[in-house]
């Protein structure tokens, strides 16, 4: 039985998404556990529809399309569901896109999003979800970030943003933006919008202050800068609770790993900083297990290893080898080091049980370049499906939910 839900203009509404640069379906995997029903996803690469298809099973909702199609794109959407996700190209927006900001070829793709939901005209879904990387914050002193949410503001969305860490669910350092767009016409109670002026007893506020966690002073500062044509609202949730994660719980040990010989774990020891090569020696010297994560990068002109034995660094698309992760095991008073695994790569993502039929580096590259599920799931858990429930819950009794 699926309920249905009545929109303001009378359109009724089922606990369907759209996602939008879906890549390889984590968001999907994220959201599908509490019932949402993705009914459209999109995404250019085939090489991630053939990874998504051998999770989700062959999908017909998946379309293979530039999102500068918009025609194409939009009339795959017979009526707009509840919730759109976008993972956007975060590509301009960092260092490896050399900072092009989001006019650059592939973070501009974001506009055409805009684009589809433009199209939409008078049934738009209730909420939108952005992510992207925090670099989203800083590209052009902000003024991307200012652009970007204004233009979502002018399609009738009130806007919140909170930085979210996949390491308080995984043991992987990737802390992402996710932007939250909550439609005027959508009845939540829920969603508390900013009042005008200074107020001490703000509901915004307060809800605001009670998650400084997920809210870096940067990002406090560029809103409060940032105007939008709607406004700023924000739902009541409680800040995350960071358990503590080991490396160990993700990394594989047994001697059916491709473990490096002797000499190339030698080669990669030496690339290590002073520090990296004591605390290794320490390790090795007491007889303790310790799993550690390291990365090769060019430092004052020559190639490191750079290692940290608490969580792994952020898992990137693995073009080069200074992409790609390694992974540092001293057990029994040995050092073994190889490359990591797509399986292990997946775990780090919170997507352990994926069903993986591609070749490593395709699987990786799927993977570096996703969300953290669990990330999605607490999102879910405390924001999408409570205001979609409460939007339910203030229909007047004639719109009252109908089973299908």
């Known amino acids: 039985m699926r309920r249905r839900h009545t929109g303001s203009e009378g359109a009724a ?5 759209a996602e ?4 390889i379906g984590l968001v999907h995997l994220g959201l599908q556990p509490s019932g949402w029903r993705c009914v459209y996803a999109n995404d250019i690469e085939p090489k991630k529809h053939a990874m998504y298809e051998a999770q989700f099973g062959r999908a017909a909702h998946y379309h293979l399309e530039d999102i500068w199609n918009t025609d194409a794109v939009a009339g795959r959407l017979a009526k707009a569901p509840f919730l759109a996700t976008a993972s956007f190209p975060c590509v ?27 199209r939409m005209r008078r049934e738009r879904p209730k909420v939108v979800m952005l992510e992207n990387v925090c670099g989203f914050l800083t590209s052009r002193k902000g ?25 308080w669910f995984v043991p992987q350092s990737r802390p992402r933006l996710f932007v939250f767009g909550f439609h005027d016409t959508l009845d939540s109670p829920l969603v508390i919008r900013r009042r005008e002026g200074l107020a001490l007893d703000d509901p915004w506020a307060m809800a605001v202050d009670r998650t400084a966690v997920v809210r870096p002073n940067g990002l406090l500062s560029l809103s409060d800068r940032t105007y939008l044509p709607t406004g700023w609202a924000t739902v009541a949730f409680p800040p995350p609770q960071r358990m503590e994660y080991r490396l160990l719980e993700v990394i594989d040990l047994d001697d059916s790993q491709e473990w490096w010989s002797d000499e190339e774990t030698s080669r ?20 303790d297990r310790a799993i550690g994560a390291a990365f090769r990068r060019t430092r004052r002109g020559q190639t490191r290893c750079e290692v940290r034995f608490d969580l792994a660094g952020c898992l990137r698309t693995p073009k080069g080898g200074s992409a790609k992760q390694i992974v540092v095991a001293v057990v029994g008073g040995k050092l073994r080091m190889r490359w990591m695994s797509a399986r292990e790569y997946a775990r780090l993502q919170g997507a352990g049980e994926f069903n993986i039929t591609v070749p490593p580096l395709q699987a990786m590259y799927g993977f570096g370049d996703a969300v953290c599920v669990p990330a999605v799931r607490w999102i879910d858990r405390h924001i999408l499906t409570p205001v979609f429930e409460s939007h339910s819950a203030a229909l007047p009794a004639h719109a009252a939910p109908a089973s299908a």
């Open 143 to 167: 003024a991307d970030f200012q652009r970007a949410l204004g233009g979502l503001a002018e399609l009738g969305y009130w806007v919140d943003a909170i930085v979210l860490d996949a390491k």
């Open 13 to 17: 509404y089922s606990k369907d998404f």
């Open 268 to 287: 990669h020891y030496e690339m290590m900083e002073t520090p990296s090569k004591r605390r290794v020696d320490e390790l090795i010297g007491s007889g």
């Open 20 to 23: 939008f640069f879906a890549g």
């Open 92 to 118: 301009d927006l960092s260092l490896a896109g050399h900072w092009r900001g989001i006019d650059g070829e592939h973070s501009s793709t974001y506009f055409g999003f805009l684009k589809v939901l433009e």
